[in-house]
C-alpha cells in the first residue's frame, strides 16, 4: 500500500495564479484533511471531509476550496494564490474523526512546499 | 475553546527518559487524547492516544490524570533518532461549529549524544 501520495512536492506560484494539490489514499478511508503548517504554527486545518462528496470548513479556510468527487481523492485548490499562502501543505486520511470519543489516529501524506512569489 | 500548550523546545541525552507534557485545559468529555511525532521535511507520524490513566505501547507511554486537563508523553531511554517535533492533538469546535482535530504548536527535542 502506498498510503497518501501527495502531488506536486513542490510548486512556485507567482500571486494570482490557480493551482490544485492532489492527495489519494489507498487505505478506503472516509475522513480526509488538509492542513498547513507554518513555522511556529504546528499544523492548521484547512478544510476537510468526512466521506465522497461532503466537504467541510477548517481553522483557516479563506482562499482555499476542496472537492472530494472520490473517496481516494482530496483536491485542494487556490484560485488566486497570496504570498500568505506560502507554506508546506499536508494532507490526511483517517477511519474516524474524533467524534464521540473516537480517535483521531491520522495517516499523513509527504507535504508539498507552495512558494507564491 | 480545546486549545494546547505545550513547551516549545526540550533538550536531552541519549539514555535519558524524556518527559513533555501538554496542557488542555478545556478538553471535551470525550475526547481522546493523542500525540504525535515530525521529523524534518516528513508529514506526522501517530505515536500514541489515551482517555485517562496510561497507556503504554512499544514506542511511548501516556500519562492522563483523572482530571484530564493536562497529558504526558513519556519516551524512555531515548537517542538521536528521536530528535524531531512532537505535538499532542484534541479536538476544538470550528468557527462553522464543527468538531475538528487541532494540533498543537509542537515541541522541539533535540537529543544530544
Known amino acids: 500500500n502506498a498510503g497518501v501520495t501527495q502531488t506536486p512536492k513542490f510548486r512556485v506560484l507567482k500571486t494570482g495564479q490557480s493551482m490544485t494539490l492532489l492527495c489519494a489514499q489507498d487505505m478506503n478511508h472516509e475522513y480526509m484533511y488538509w492542513y498547513r503548517q507554518d513555522p511556529g504554527m504546528g499544523l492548521r486545518l484547512i478544510h476537510y471531509?468526512?466521506?465522497?462528496?461532503?466537504?467541510a470548513k477548517g481553522e483557516v479556510p479563506d482562499g482555499y476550496n476542496v472537492s472530494r468527487l472520490k473517496k481516494q481523492n482530496f483536491l485542494l485548490g487556490l484560485e488566486s494564490a497570496a504570498p500568505s499562502q506560502t507554506s508546506v501543505y499536508f494532507c490526511?486520511?483517517?477511519?474516524?474523526?474524533?467524534?464521540?470519543?473516537?480517535?483521531?489516529?491520522?495517516?499523513f501524506g509527504p507535504g508539498t512546499r507552495l512558494t507564491v512569489t | 475553546l480545546a486549545k494546547t500548550t505545550q513547551p516549545i523546545s526540550m533538550d536531552s541525552y541519549e539514555g535519558q527518559e524524556v518527559n513533555i507534557t501538554c496542557s488542555h485545559n478545556n478538553i471535551a468529555t470525550n475526547d481522546y487524547i493523542t500525540w504525535y511525532q515530525q521529523f524534518p521535511s516528513q508529514g506526522p507520524r501517530f505515536i500514541i492516544q489515551g482517555y485517562k490513566t496510561k497507556v503504554t505501547n512499544e514506542v511511548a507511554s501516556l500519562f492522563i490524570p483523572a482530571d484530564r486537563k493536562s497529558s504526558t508523553l513519556s519516551l524512555p531511554r531515548v537517542s538521536l533518532s528521536d530528535t524531531a517535533v512532537y505535538y499532542c492533538?484534541?479536538?476544538?469546535?470550528?468557527?462553522?461549529?464543527?468538531?475538528?482535530?487541532?494540533f498543537g504548536r509542537g515541541t522541539s527535542l533535540i537529543v544530544h549524544p
Open positions: 471531509s468526512v466521506g465522497e462528496g461532503t466537504t
Open positions: 490526511a486520511s483517517s477511519y474516524t474523526m474524533g467524534l464521540a470519543g473516537l480517535s483521531y489516529e491520522q495517516y
Open positions: 492533538l484534541v479536538g476544538d469546535i470550528a468557527s462553522g461549529g464543527s468538531y475538528i482535530p487541532t
